[in-house]
């Protein structure tokens, strides 16, 4: 079972600094120690982790993960921060969360999606090539895994 976010309302000054991408803010925060380093917020639940994963800020993502963020906790809807990742199609985050041991096959809600379907959904809108796809390989835990990312679908997003 995956883990939820302590939800909360409101969000809390690392999901502050997160959302700014300042990494000397974050670390600051982090070595402060005054905040819950996996609280979910906001009407979706993310987690400061879930921000940088889905602002693309592998730096902050690092030092977040080296802080001991979970990244298997899944946000409103059961969508976890390797969902966010694939949907951008950001190579260098997922590879970050998949050496973190998140699960590949996690299903996010009722609706089924795993973080392969996440890429799918996150085609590039501007892309002309209406059957182009880009094959990406990495590896985790010494299996080789492929993800395709469809270049022509819509961007529509995992949340509303």
Request: glycine share 12%; proline share 4%; aromatic share 4%.
């Amino acid at each position: 079972m995956v883990p939820v976010a302590n939800l909360r309302d409101e969000w809390n000054q690392l999901h502050t600094v997160v959302t700014i991408g300042s990494i000397k803010d974050a670390l600051a925060v982090l070595a402060a120690g005054c905040v819950d380093i996996d609280q979910g917020g906001g009407p979706q639940g993310l987690t400061p982790l879930m921000i940088a994963v889905f602002k693309a800020r592998a730096h902050v993502v690092e030092a977040l993960l080296k802080s001991g963020a979970n990244s298997s906790i899944a946000a409103e809807g059961g969508f976890t921060a390797l969902h966010l990742g694939a949907q951008e199609r950001n190579a260098t985050v997922v590879k970050m969360l998949t050496n973190a041991g998140v699960d590949l096959e996690v299903v996010a809600g009722s609706n089924g999606l795993t973080p392969l379907h996440a890429a799918e959904s996150g085609g590039d809108s501007e892309a002309a090539c209406g059957e182009a796809l880009t094959r990406m390989y990495y590896n985790s835990g010494g299996h080789e895994i492929a993800v395709f990312f469809t270049l022509s679908l819509p961007r529509e997003g995992l949340w509303p």
